[in-house]
């Protein structure tokens, strides 16, 4: 999958006090360049430094064909994804998601790879996240 970056950030869930604001503002400044036409969007979370726990890139970005290869982002076809339905009746529900996941993992019922992992928000307004999986 191709997708062309319109923003990048690098934080930490736990040690990031301004993870909140950081978030909020990058998605806030790409939605500035999202097509007129309907699209999916993605949050890309990449270059994990460990587990969940520690620093990663965080990506917003939307599908891409171009060759531009500053901006592209290629996330390998050979990926296995667990992916997670967001319940959008939950105000919270992404955040109560990605929590969800975690405790999985904890748990030892989700192996990760942390490689690319996605959140993809459809223009129908159904959010997923696909967590890359061993």
């Known amino acids: 999958m191709k997708l062309k970056i319109l923003k990048s950030i690098r934080t930490n869930n736990f040690n990031d006090i301004y993870l909140e604001d950081k978030i909020q503002?990058?998605?806030?400044e790409a939605s500035i360049h999202f097509p007129k036409d309907k699209v999916a969007t993605y949050g890309v979370y990449h270059k994990y430094s460990s587990n969940y726990k520690g620093d990663y890139t965080l990506s917003i970005a939307i599908a891409d064909d171009s060759?531009?290869?500053?901006?592209?982002l290629n996330i390998p076809d050979d990926i296995n994804y667990e992916q997670f339905q967001v319940d959008l009746k939950d105000e919270l529900g992404v955040i109560n998601t990605w929590k969800k996941i975690w405790k999985l993992e904890e748990s030892g019922e989700l192996k990760r790879t942390y490689t690319y992992d996605f959140e993809k928000y459809d223009p129908?307004?159904?959010?997923?996240?696909?967590?890359a999986i061993a």
């Not at 060759?67 to 592209?72: G, I």
Request: net charge positive; hydrophobic share 35%; proline share 0%.
């Open 25 to 28: 503002r990058i998605w806030r």
């Open 67 to 72: 060759n531009n290869s500053e901006t592209t």
């Open 124 to 131: 129908n307004g159904k959010i997923e996240i696909f967590i």
